[in-house]
C-alpha cells in the first residue's frame, strides 16, 4: 500500500507563491505517474498536473505557465510550484499516483489526504 502526504498549503495573497510537496511512502521509481489534482467546494474534483518517470510535466491550460511540476526520486517526493496565483485556484489539492500516464483521476490508484490552498487578499 503506498501512502502519500500532502503539506505546503495555506493562505496567500493574489498574486503570490506556494510549494505544495507530496511524500511518498516507496521510492517513486516504482511509480510510473504522479500528479496533483484539486477540488474547490461545489466542484468536481480537476487535473492540475502531472509528471512522467523521466521528469516529463503537462499542466491544464488554468494552469500553464504559471504552476511547475517537479520530482525528486532520491527523496521520493513531488511538488508542485504555484506561481502567479489567483482566487479561482482556490481549493484542496490531492497528490495522486499511479502506473498509467493519464488526465482522469481513474488513472490514479493512490491519493493523499490532501492540503488546503487559500487564495484571498
Known amino acids: 500500500q503506498v501512502q502519500l502526504v500532502e503539506s505546503g498549503g495555506g493562505l496567500v495573497q493574489p498574486g503570490g507563491s506556494l510549494r505544495l510537496s507530496c511524500a511518498s511512502s516507496i521510492s517513486i521509481f516504482r511509480l510510473n505517474s504522479m500528479a496533483w489534482y484539486r477540488q474547490a467546494p461545489g466542484k468536481q474534483r480537476e487535473f492540475v498536473a502531472h509528471i512522467t518517470s523521466s521528469g516529463n510535466g503537462n499542466y491544464a491550460d488554468s494552469v500553464k505557465g504559471r504552476f511547475t511540476i517537479s520530482r525528486d526520486n532520491a527523496n521520493s517526493a513531488v511538488y508542485l510550484q504555484m506561481n502567479s496565483l489567483k482566487s479561482e485556484d482556490t481549493a484542496v489539492y490531492y497528490c495522486?499516483?499511479?502506473?498509467?500516464?493519464?488526465?482522469?483521476?481513474?488513472?490514479?490508484?493512490?491519493w493523499g489526504q490532501g492540503t488546503q490552498v487559500t487564495v484571498s487578499s
Open positions: 495522486g499516483a499511479g502506473q498509467v500516464l493519464s488526465r482522469r483521476d481513474t488513472a490514479y490508484a493512490y
